[in-house]
């Protein structure tokens, strides 16, 4: 379940791109754990995300964030654009002190920045040592950026180039394209904003 | 999943939803159900106007393409969602991986091709000759015959999901001959699989699995996760 690993992009445009994950350990610290995933989702929510999610119910553009907040359960997200927001994020975490396993996903070198900014310092690390086997069947690296954006690949090739089209055609806007890409992500961990601008970009071609 | 051929009306409007590609037009749209890795996208984004996309519960080992493709899906074994584990997400409580070890996430199908058991499995034995240690909470675990040789259930073995996760840790000097046998196999298998290296911060904050990935001749994306250490109570090697 690394679903937030392995985002493809340029260090440009990954640099508006960071999801914070929050979870207890089974068996050690999960009892009455859901107000607590709760909590963290309100204290999301105080900075804007660009998405949050509950895995059991879906995220902020397939339900009213309110229903998110209340199906929290297992593990919740919220992604940020910018690591000056993850760092308050961090900073309102430590003061609430909920004893969640907290993870950042995002560029390490400003992730760290980030973390050293809360007082806050790495503990495990999970590397993306990239796609390995038969690369001839994926996709075009500008597409990957996109679809990669939810771990579990929900969020189909195919749509994308649709979504392009749809912009491209004046149909769309790409923000409500990257918003509607967003919402077959069932853990609420694509980030719609960083989508249109991938969009724009493949839209201009 | 199916499509009722009664109902449709044949508005394509489904068919770029597949993240796998498995919906194709004929006289209605019709899902290949041996691409088909039901995952469900089809008929959760609501896209069908006359709500005529099908989710049947298959029987075994049918019904491992659903928990292994629906996050929203939790495996009974394991009791967790989606395809893996806690992994290093706990780290901080679990002590999971500890100095000296790395862990390594082999996803298969991943990013979006799908996979059989039967491409995992040539990975999974290749590993177990090595004498790496497969993740006990992991679903791809509980389908192993054996432990000690990576060999999966036979009937499980032609089933195809969006992707399923080898997960194994190893002490970090056998990792450079590991990472020499996944390129081998890699060359054996008809799909793609994303590859995640962890490894437990040492007290100045160094990883030392980059200096043997950088001697391998791989370089980690510039971005990744790292669990910053908040969890409680904190795992023993940490108190």
């Known amino acids: ?205 | 999943m199916r499509i009722d051929p009664n109902v449709c009306i044949a508005c394509e409007a489904c068919v770029p939803y597949c993240p796998v590609g498995a919906i194709k037009m004929k006289d209605v749209a019709e899902i290949d159900q041996e691409m088909c890795v039901d995952c469900g996208v089809c008929r959760n984004s609501k896209v069908c106007p006359v709500d005529c996309i099908i989710f049947e519960v298959q029987p075994y080992p049918r019904d491992l393409r659903v928990t292994f493709s629906n996050p929203r899906t939790g495996h009974k074994a394991t009791g967790i969602a989606g395809r893996g584990t806690e992994e290093m997400k706990t780290n901080d409580v679990t002590g999971r991986f500890k100095r000296g070890m790395v862990g390594l996430g082999l996803e298969f199908g991943r990013p979006g091709v799908s996979t059989t058991f039967r491409d995992l499995e040539k990975m999974s034995m290749a590993l177990a000759k090595h004498g790496v240690e497969f993740e006990d909470k992991n679903p791809v675990t509980f389908l192993m015959v054996d432990k000690k040789t990576g060999k999966l259930k036979d009937e499980v073995l032609d089933q195809r999901v969006l992707s399923a996760i080898i997960e194994c840790v190893l002490p970090i000097g056998k990792l450079k001959d590991v990472l020499a046998t996944m390129k081998e196999v890699s060359k054996q298998i008809d799909t793609v699989f994303s590859v995640d290296c962890i490894c437990k911060a040492e007290p100045d904050g160094s990883y030392p699995v980059k200096k043997i990935l950088a001697e391998a001749g791989i370089t980690p994306y510039i971005n990744g996760k790292q669990n910053v250490g908040l969890g409680r109570p904190l795992a023993k090697e940490d108190k």
């Open chain 1, 1 to 205: 379940m690394t679903h937030s690993l392995h985002r493809r992009g340029t260090k440009e445009n990954l640099a508006r791109d960071y999801v914070l994950l929050c979870l207890p350990a089974v068996g050690i610290n999960d009892k009455d754990h859901d107000p607590k995933l709760a909590e963290f989702l309100r204290i999301c929510m105080k900075y804007n995300p660009l998405n949050i999610g509950a895995i059991q119910l879906g995220n902020m553009y397939s339900h009213k964030t309110e229903d998110v907040i209340k199906a929290a359960h297992g593990i919740v997200h919220a992604v940020f654009n910018s690591p000056k927001t993850v760092t308050a994020v961090l900073n309102d975490l430590k003061k609430a002190d909920l004893g969640m396993s907290i993870v950042v996903s995002g560029i390490f070198e400003n992730v760290d920045q980030a973390l050293a900014e809360a007082g806050l310092k790495h503990h495990t690390a999970n590397f993306s040592l990239g796609i390995w086997g038969k690369t001839e069947k994926l996709p075009s690296n500008e597409i990957l950026e996109v679809t990669t954006m939810c771990g579990h690949a929900l969020v189909a090739a195919n749509l994308v180039k649709e979504m392009v089209k749809e912009v491209k055609a004046g149909r769309k806007t790409a923000l409500d394209a990257g918003k509607l890409l967003a919402a077959q992500c069932a853990c609420g961990i694509f980030n719609p904003e960083r989508a249109a601008e991938l969009i724009t970009a493949m839209a201009k071609k």
